[in-house]
């Protein structure tokens, strides 16, 4: 699947926004990778499983996650996310990310969250959790760069 993808340059984009929201469902989870077939490129689907525990999370934990440095998803070890590592052909893929998320007004940021459907039931406590968490996450993007960089152990490509 991955020999037929055009798109490498978004895979340190995948790795970074994974990290960003603590997605543990994606590793060896096949379905949630897809290649589309016009456009050759991979894509990421399914984010049911963001902020570390999937559909458990809530305000007390994601303030627990508010820690720097955060530890490296353990679902990279998974041998897709290899693969995927292994083909990203660019120095500096970690630092262009973080400096294009950090980039982002905090408005910009937050307006993903003006879009959750009411009857999703989010109480307003967890709801202002979720805000705090990317807002901690955008204040904290090198420390991002910087625990993909070395938990991967990034050695750059030229």
């Not at 379905?31 to 991979?42: A, I, M, Q, R, S």
């Not at 559909?55 to 290899?82: C, M, R, T």
């Not at 940021?109 to 039931?121: E, Q, T, Y």
Request: charged share 30%; proline share 3%; glycine share 6%.
């Amino acid at each position: 699947m991955l020999e037929r993808v055009r798109n490498n340059s978004d895979f340190a984009k995948i790795f970074f926004f994974d990290q960003l929201v603590n997605n543990s469902d994606r590793g060896e989870n096949t379905g949630n990778w897809f290649v589309d077939e016009n456009t050759k490129k991979l894509m990421i689907l399914d984010h049911t499983h963001v902020f570390r525990i999937g559909q458990l999370w809530n305000a007390i934990s994601l303030k627990q996650d508010e820690i720097v440095p955060q530890p490296l998803l353990p679902e990279f070890e998974g041998s897709l996310y290899k693969i995927l590592l292994d083909k990203i052909g660019v120095s500096a893929p970690f630092y262009s990310i973080a400096a294009r998320w950090k980039s982002l007004d905090r408005e910009d940021v937050l307006d993903v969250l003006k879009d959750i459907p009411d009857d999703w039931g989010i109480s307003d406590d967890d709801l202002a959790a979720m805000e705090e968490f990317l807002v901690f996450q955008y204040e904290h993007a090198e420390d991002l760069e910087n625990v993909l960089k070395t938990g991967l152990d990034w050695k750059g490509k030229v």
